[in-house]
Nanobody, 122 residues
Framework: QVQLVESGGGLVQPGGSLRLSCTASGSIFSINIMGWYRQAPGLQRELVARISFSGRTTYVDSVKDRFTISRDNTKNTVYLQMNSLKPDDTAVYYC????????????????WGKGTLVTVSS
């Protein structure tokens, strides 16, 4: 069984910063891509940023130069540093990872965390 647990959400004023963390645990053999998605009320879930095992990153245009994704492969953890936050960044942020388990090393499956709420408001 694999679990992804997010932390670090909360209420922040416009222009402020937050750092999200997500740790994967369980019978993990390897983790390929890790990423962050978000879903605002009434909107579809969208990719915010993702990072490969080697550190290659991708960002949605709206967060470039404000958000930074990173990972610690020794801790099975991915981070999202969010700076210059705007009200439009308000959403539930979900951690996502492509993981192979020790029971099925040849298969990669997508896992999701339960989400952490980020609210940007004055």
């Amino acid at each position: 069984q694999v679990q992804l647990v997010e932390s670090g959400g909360g209420l922040v004023q416009p222009g402020g910063s937050l750092r999200l963390s997500c740790t994967a645990s369980g019978s993990i053999f390897s983790i390929n891509i890790m990423g962050w998605y978000r879903q605002a009320p009434g909107l579809q879930r969208e990719l915010v940023a993702r990072i490969s095992f080697s550190g290659r990153t991708t960002y949605v245009d709206s967060v470039k130069d404000r958000f930074t994704i990173s990972r610690d492969n020794t801790k099975n953890t991915v981070y999202l540093q969010m700076n210059s936050l705007k009200p439009d960044d308000t959403a539930v942020y979900y951690c996502n990872a492509l993981i192979s388990t020790v029971q099925a090393t040849g298969l990669t499956r997508e896992y999701w965390g339960k989400g952490t709420l980020v609210t940007v408001s004055s």
